[in-house]
């Protein structure tokens, strides 16, 4: 069984539990004629802190819609409702009934466009005030774009990255110049959706100023960073169900969590597995085409202290973190500009040191190194990667200062209230541009 939560929280984060209290609750900051409005929040991926955002906006009033991609498997937060949830919220995976296949180009283009349909066809029959929708394919945004245009609901672009900068470069190192061409042709379309926006939130500054001008409107622009789910992702004993059933909890633990795509540079936790061995353990918790190469790399070079499981259920996070003496999260450096690996808030919320490999101007690397949360080192500097491992192996109040700075920066920052607070105002913005529009 697990240890006592609250227990646990204070015999490790005394001083911070004590000055961790809520604040009262806030008045909604959005209404339409005087009542609360219609929100369908759209998180493509289903990740955990949109869906604390669409509770939080629920518990203010709103009625609020969660859309996702229900056939995506990526990981996923806590998309139902429970017991204690307002009943003015719900959650709807959206599925094409059929596999989707990320690895094939053209197939995974006209999934994209049959997804943004049907995302749109629960728009027109839902007939929101406001429209939020982030972490999508740039073919489904239009989509869904042109049904909140069709309804005349205000849309809200999430920029959690830029899509069509990404494709670009993915296409033009298969492709060449045809890539660049098609890539050229997405860039045409993400800044045409920027522009017909009523807001747009970035999630750091440094995509505030391309989001400016692709918008045409500085005031409609605003940046929002990305939070951890505080309340649902806690702080465990490493000597839990979890760890104890995958006879981790008396071992030293890297830990990677989450998605592992191309970008995330799985060559990295070979590396890493390899400098530890015999030391430490390399545990990978994920899924995507770096799971794959791992599993061949695991089977070629016969690394026995790597661990490779699948993505494990929601309610199973905290402890899966809680395993971890290191948790590990990479980014390339092309993608670094434009994609900020969420992961590293999840790791924030569970008290565990960083060891990061990105750009020292990522969002993640900015939060890892303001906090003093662990250590960063460049996602090409392969030396720098292992020695920085080696340092947090080895030094025990390093690694326990730093997991104590990275909970004490989560309570911080990630209070969800705050957090949706300023959301509203955006949704006000938004909802007033449409409706100075209309009066035109």
């Known amino acids: ?241 979890w760890a104890r059933q995958h006879s981790l909890d008396k071992s030293f633990n890297f830990l990677y969590s989450g998605t592992l795509g191309l970008k995330h540079n799985p060559k990295l936790l070979i590396e890493l597995a390899e400098k530890v061995r015999g030391r430490a353990n390399v545990i990978v918790v994920s899924q995507g085409v770096g799971m794959t190469f791992l599993e061949r790399a695991k089977r070629d070079q016969s690394i026995n202290n790597l661990m490779l499981l699948p993505l494990q259920p929601f309610s199973h996070l905290s402890m899966v973190l809680a395993t971890s003496d290191v948790a590990v999260a990479t980014i390339e450096p092309e993608a670094g500009m434009f994609s900020v690996p969420s992961k590293v808030q999840s790791y924030f919320c569970a008290g565990r040191p960083v060891l990061l490999a990105a750009p020292h101007d990522n969002l993640a690397a900015e939060a890892v190194l303001k906090s003093e949360a662990g250590l960063v080192v460049s996602p090409t500097d392969k030396r720098g990667f292992l020695n920085a491992a080696s340092r947090l192996l080895e030094d025990d109040k390093l690694r326990i200062t730093s997991g104590r700075k990275a909970y004490e920066f989560a309570l911080a920052h990630y209070e969800i209230k705050r957090v949706t607070e300023r959301f509203e105002k955006v949704f006000r913005h938004a909802i007033d541009a449409k409706s100075y529009v209309r009066e035109m």
């Not at 996702?68 to 307002?86: C, E, H, I, S, V």
């Not at 245009?149 to 492709?175: E, G, H, M, N, P």
């Not at 800044?191 to 970035?202: H, P, T």
């Open 1 to 241: 069984m697990r240890r006592c939560v609250k227990a646990y929280l204070l015999e490790v984060f005394p001083a911070v539990i004590l000055s961790a209290q809520r604040p009262a609750a806030v008045a909604s900051l959005i209404t339409k004629n005087g009542i609360h409005v219609k929100i369908v929040v759209h998180d493509y991926a289903g990740h955990p802190f949109q869906a604390e955002l669409s509770r939080e906006l629920a518990r203010n009033g709103h009625q609020v819609t969660h859309l996702y991609f229900q056939d995506d498997p990526g990981p996923k937060g806590r998309l139902g409702t429970f017991p204690a949830d307002p009943k003015t919220l719900s959650f709807v995976g959206v599925s094409l009934g059929r596999p989707y296949d990320k690895g094939s180009f053209v197939r995974r283009r006209f999934d994209d466009v049959a997804y943004g349909k049907a995302v749109a066809k629960h728009l027109v029959s839902a007939k929101p005030d406001v429209v939020i929708s982030g972490n999508t394919p740039t073919e489904a945004q239009s989509s869904i774009l042109k049904a909140c245009k069709k309804i005349d609901s205000a849309f809200v672009f999430w920029v959690q990255d830029f899509y069509s900068i990404a494709v670009t470069r993915l296409l033009r190192k298969k492709l060449g110049l045809m890539g660049r061409i098609v890539g050229t042709y997405y860039s045409f379309l993400e800044r045409k959706q920027f522009e017909k926006s009523d807001a747009i939130v970035v999630i750091t500054s440094s995509f505030a100023d391309l989001a400016r001008k692709w918008g045409g409107d500085h005031k409609k622009v605003f940046t929002i960073e990305n939070w951890g789910a505080l309340h649902d992702i806690i702080p465990e004993s490493k000597d839990n169900e």
